[in-house]
């Protein structure tokens, strides 16, 4: 592999293992929020945003505060709930755009350096009769429409996460520091309808799209994908989406079968929080092993020591096997470090007639 292709796999890896922790840490504050929505908490942050109220508490007390005042602060501890997991889940699709890039960018190095995609009949692995194995012309054109076919459907879920939670937080921002702006807006977007409604419809329909794809682009390649294990790292990537949807359906049939007035829509929330923010652990620790952040760390680390010394791309070794008219090129990057030569990575092409 070259400098920027192990560079380019770390930050995308990074990024990838990072999920869990930011996930958890959204779930822990929507936690927060509807413990203090259930105890009435005056002290907390989610209160003092409404400083009218605010100053009804400091001058009349707690026995006087208006049923509106109360009223407003659940209201906006169920938003600033829901606005956790849209960040949240804003930060899963990228997660999901990130390991889509990677699995493109594992089969372009195949296809590049060690000849599997080399020739227009990848399931054959050896010279394709037709065209002798030297017409990769097929492979490009097949390729790079299902490489881009692929992202588009990720790449749609991404935005679509995105602009959805760039609203809301957008509308929150202007209810909560423009009122006067805000009563004009909050006219419109009820004329407009359920658009949170649309937009959670609208980001089923592109998500649904988007595993699809993945799904039928790693079917395909497989054997191409093996090295790269992509089972156990796009199920450690998405498996938060399941027990969400999983969660979700067992608590609303819990609190139907009850029958108790007492389980409230905030305690469902508040139970949803918590076990998601248990459950964070254990996909942590999937993450873990699917990726093995430590390994990559390692090798960063050492890519970028002051006491490597790089070769320039000129002096790299390069070897070339020819046997009956069939090239194999073989090239190492070599780095030094206390100076002693360390082979940092190699790489495999399969040359044509002409060289190239």
Same mark, same amino acid.
């Given at each position: 592999?070259?400098?920027?292709?192990?560079?380019?796999?770390?930050?995308?890896? =990074?990024?990838?293992?990072?999920?869990? @922790?930011?996930?958890?840490?959204?779930?822990?504050?929507?936690?927060?929020?509807?413990?203090?929505?259930?105890?009435?908490?005056?002290?907390?942050?989610?209160?003092?945003?409404? #400083? !009218?109220?605010?100053?009804?508490?400091?001058?009349?007390?707690?026995? %006087? =505060?208006?049923?509106?005042?109360?009223?407003?602060?659940?209201?906006?501890?169920?938003?600033?709930?829901?606005?956790?997991?849209?960040?949240?889940?804003?930060?899963?699709?990228?997660?999901?755009?990130?390991?889509?890039?990677?699995?493109?960018?594992?089969?372009?190095?195949?296809?590049?350096?060690?000849?599997?995609?080399?020739?227009?009949?990848?399931?054959?692995?050896?010279?394709?009769?037709?065209?002798?194995?030297?017409?990769?012309?097929?492979?490009?054109?097949?390729?790079? @429409?299902?490489?881009?076919?692929?992202? /588009?459907?990720?790449?749609? +879920?991404?935005?679509?996460?995105? =602009?959805?939670?760039?609203?809301?937080?957008?509308?929150?921002?202007?209810?909560?520091?423009? @009122?006067?702006?805000?009563?004009? #807006?909050?006219?419109?977007?009820?004329?407009?309808?359920?658009?949170?409604?649309?937009? #959670?419809? +609208?980001?089923?329909?592109?998500?649904? !799209?988007?595993?699809?794809?993945?799904?039928?682009?790693? &079917?395909?390649?497989?054997?191409?994908? /093996?090295?790269?294990?992509?089972?156990?790292?796009?199920?450690?990537?998405?498996?938060?989406?399941?027990?969400?949807?999983?969660?979700?359906?067992?608590?609303?049939?819990?609190?139907?079968?009850?029958?108790?007035?007492?389980?409230?829509?905030?305690?469902?929330?508040?139970?949803?929080?918590?076990?998601?923010? !248990?459950? =964070?652990?254990?996909?942590?620790?999937?993450?873990?092993?699917?990726?093995?952040?430590?390994?990559?760390?390692?090798?960063?680390?050492?890519?970028?020591?002051?006491?490597?010394?790089?070769?320039?791309?000129? &002096?790299?070794?390069? +070897?070339?096997?020819?046997r009956d008219g069939q090239k194999l090129q073989v090239a190492i990057s070599? &780095?030094?470090?206390?100076?002693? @030569?360390?082979? %940092?990575?190699?790489?495999? *092409?399969?040359? *044509?007639?002409?060289?190239?």
């Amino acid at each position: 592999w070259r400098k920027t292709e192990m560079d380019f796999l770390h930050d995308q890896s =990074i990024q990838i293992a990072a999920l869990a @922790p930011v996930y958890g840490l959204f779930s822990l504050l929507s936690v927060v929020g509807m413990v203090e929505v259930l105890e009435g908490r005056t002290d907390s942050q989610l209160w003092k945003a409404n #400083t !009218i109220c605010n100053t009804q508490l400091q001058q009349h007390g707690v026995d %006087e =505060i208006s049923a509106d005042c109360w009223s407003r602060f659940i209201d906006r501890g169920e938003r600033w709930y829901n606005l956790n997991f849209l960040v949240a889940d804003l930060y899963e699709a990228r997660v999901l755009y990130c390991f889509t890039n990677l699995c493109m960018e594992y089969i372009e190095l195949q296809r590049k350096k060690r000849g599997i995609f080399s020739h227009s009949c990848p399931a054959c692995r050896g010279k394709c009769d037709k065209c002798g194995g030297e017409n990769p012309i097929v492979t490009h054109l097949l390729l790079k @429409p299902l490489k881009k076919m692929t992202m /588009l459907g990720v790449a749609c +879920f991404v935005w679509t996460n995105f =602009i959805r939670s760039m609203v809301m937080l957008g509308l929150e921002v202007v209810r909560m520091n423009f @009122p006067t702006q805000w009563d004009v #807006t909050e006219t419109l977007v009820a004329k407009l309808g359920d658009l949170d409604g649309f937009a #959670t419809g +609208f980001v089923f329909c592109v998500s649904s !799209i988007a595993i699809w794809n993945l799904i039928t682009f790693e &079917s395909h390649l497989h054997d191409s994908l /093996l090295g790269f294990s992509p089972g156990l790292k796009f199920l450690s990537a998405k498996v938060i989406v399941s027990l969400a949807f999983i969660q979700e359906i067992g608590l609303s049939l819990v609190g139907r079968l009850l029958h108790d007035a007492s389980w409230l829509g905030h305690q469902q929330k508040l139970a949803y929080a918590s076990l998601m923010s !248990i459950e =964070i652990l254990f996909v942590a620790v999937l993450q873990y092993y699917a990726w093995r952040p430590l390994a990559l760390e390692n090798i960063a680390n050492f890519r970028h020591s002051d006491s490597i010394m790089r070769l320039a791309d000129s &002096s790299e070794l390069k +070897f070339c096997i020819d046997r009956d008219g069939q090239k194999l090129q073989v090239a190492i990057s070599e &780095s030094y470090k206390d100076d002693k @030569p360390f082979w %940092e990575s190699a790489s495999v *092409t399969l040359l *044509t007639n002409d060289g190239t």
